[in-house]
């Protein structure tokens, strides 16, 4: 292989780029090592058939992964002239310096003369890109600028940079602000481009969500009208119960005071006196489950009554002229008596109820 690199590199008649591709097609794995050298080698051949067979786009790839799995002087000439051919005199460019300095490290001199010079024949053909930031997008925080989807450093802005002929994605972002995103082409050898980035926009607020309206003073919620609601139909059942247990137990002091009246013999024979008894047991019987239920149910009503107007009060500063108050004042007297004035809906009518010596008041709330 080193009599192949003399007699070429002797020979002043050959073009430099039939050398280089007669270089390239002549090199061998020898550079190759223990690990992926097998794998490198076949690559690398694989590469050079297809470079022979003007097969640029499937040998670039083979060639380049030789030389990652294997690295070489030699092996990183022939990705350089792969890349050359097929048009990425950029990508070529910074391979061929890549080479020139393996070479050196290898201590191959013709190598190294043959990258130098075509690294120096392809820079005035080079396409390049400067990307200008103004003053106030270089502040932003969290600016990150890509190009092709690669991280450039801020040492990198405002510097002509190669590139390859053809499209180019830039991008722009930014904390807070809206991404920036443009597409630059390249169609003409040794064509330079600037591009400025700046401003960016900012991104729309967050949309804020909205508060329930809280009611006015003048609302009152609906749970209170249905406490007035079910707080007077059991008030109302209630004081219905205890009236028919008052009825019932008149009538059994009745039946039971005439019962006795006709028999005053401990063991009464009268069946007038004994039936007279016995409707009066459960006359009083009746009484007592009426008077027991209508008191509890009057006093579940008048509790969901009071309920109902500390709602309307929470509701509205001054109270509504529809509701009334209540209170409950004992009478001095042989009677007690429990009032409840100002009842719903401002009905004010009241109803006696004489109850075992006591007097039950309400305002008109059915």
Sequence with gaps: MTSTYSSKLASRRCPLG???????????????????????????????VLMKQGDYSKACPKLAESQRLDPASG?????????????????????????????????????????????????????KLEIVVDGATGELAGLQIRLDGILLQQAVWSTAMP????????????TDKKPWKTTVAFTAPAEQQQITIGPLEDLP???????????????????????????????????????????FGVRAL????????????????????????????????????????????????IALLLTAALQEGES???????????????????ARAVSLAGAHRGIAAHSPVKVHGGVVMWGGLW
């Design 18 to 48: 039939a050398l280089l591709v007669a270089l390239a097609l002549s090199l061998t794995g020898v550079d190759a090592h223990a690990g992926d050298a097998a794998i490198a080698e076949s690559l690398f051949r694989e590469g050079k």
């Design 75 to 127: 092996t990183m000439l022939a990705v350089a002239l792969c890349h050359e051919k097929a048009g990425k005199l950029a990508t070529a460019w910074a391979e061929y310096l890549e080479a020139d300095a393996l070479a050196r490290q290898d201590g191959r001199a013709a190598r190294s003369e043959a990258a130098q010079k075509r690294a120096a024949a392809l820079e005035p053909k080079l396409a």
């Design 163 to 174: 590139v390859d002929p053809g499209e180019h994605s830039l991008e722009a972002t930014a």
């Design 205 to 247: 607020p967050s949309p804020i969500e909205k508060e329930a309206p809280k009611p006015t003073p003048d609302e009152v919620p609906e749970s209170s009208d249905a406490t007035w609601v079910a707080g007077g139909i059991l008030g109302g059942l209630g004081l219905a119960a205890l009236g028919v247990g008052t009825f």
């Design 254 to 301: 009745d039946q039971i005071g005439e019962a006795q009246e006709r028999c005053t013999v401990d063991h009464c024979t009268d069946p007038e006196a004994i039936d007279l008894n016995d409707s009066g047991a459960l006359s009083a019987d009746l009484s007592t489950g009426l008077l027991i239920g209508g008191g509890v149910a009057t006093a579940a009503g």
């Design 316 to 334: 509205s500063e001054a109270p509504s002229a529809d509701h009334g108050s209540f209170r409950i004042a004992p009478l001095v007297g042989p």
